[in-house]
């Protein structure tokens, strides 16, 4: 949650007058949450690029840091769900034995 909101603030005040896309992504806090999640799920994700790129050269280098953090945390977070599943498994299986 925290790190969804510094990005979005820091994408609103980096990206929030982008004047040559079909869609202004970052105009407010608000579009900059949704946008930021269309990244994070990788769901078009290219296409918010490459319009912001378009205009901002330097705007791959923040959108490419978002992509490597926030797949991170996913991952972690499938690996804490695996880990705390086969905690309760063994957990279970040990109760059973005995």
Request: hydrophobic share 60%.
């Amino acid at each position: 949650g925290l790190m969804f909101y510094i990005f979005a603030v820091m994408f609103t005040q980096l990206f929030s007058d982008l004047e040559h896309a079909e869609y202004n992504y970052f105009v407010r806090l608000d579009n900059s949450f949704f946008s930021l999640f269309q990244i994070m799920t990788l769901d078009a994700w290219a296409d918010v690029s490459r319009q912001v790129v378009d205009e901002y050269k330097f705007a791959w280098l923040p959108i490419l840091m978002f992509v490597i953090v926030s797949a991170f945390v996913v991952v972690n977070l499938i690996i804490a769900v695996l880990c705390e599943a086969i905690s309760t498994l063994e957990g279970e299986e040990k109760a059973r034995i005995m």
